[in-house]
């Protein structure tokens, strides 16, 4: 039974690493494709 609390709160710790990393992805994506963008107006 142990065991089993255990796993289940290594599971609940995995699962918020992974929301957060989630979210951290999120954020990249959201400041790579503003850099994207502020490069295309430093272009024209």
Not at 6 to 33: F, G, H, I, P
């Amino acid at each position: 039974m142990e065991k089993y609390k255990n796993l289940q709160e290594e599971m609940k710790m995995l699962s918020a690493k992974y929301d957060q990393l989630k979210k951290e992805l999120c954020d990249l994506r959201t400041l790579n494709s503003n850099a994207e963008i502020d490069d295309i107006k430093e272009v024209i």
